[in-house]
């Protein structure tokens, strides 16, 4: 991965420099720090869960 070139963050929609790639999509330091301190039981937690399965389900497609 390229650290120097920005990308579309799939979370938050942003241009950003850091980040993580999973499954060939960008996610953002910041967003990802988010959903790993997201509890299970959190309101936001299936709205991360829901995005990341339509990501896979896409691939898989
Ligand atoms: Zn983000």
Avoid: N
């Avoid at 120097?4 to 850091?18: A, D, P």
């Amino acid at each position: 991965m390229d650290r120097q070139s920005e990308s579309c963050c799939m979370i938050c929609g942003e241009m950003k420099s850091e980040g993580i790639v999973v499954v060939h999509q960008f996610i953002c330091s910041g967003c990802e720090q988010e959903i790993v301190r997201t509890d299970v039981k959190d309101a936001k937690y299936p709205i991360f869960i829901d995005r990341m399965r339509k990501l896979w389900m896409q691939l898989q497609a």
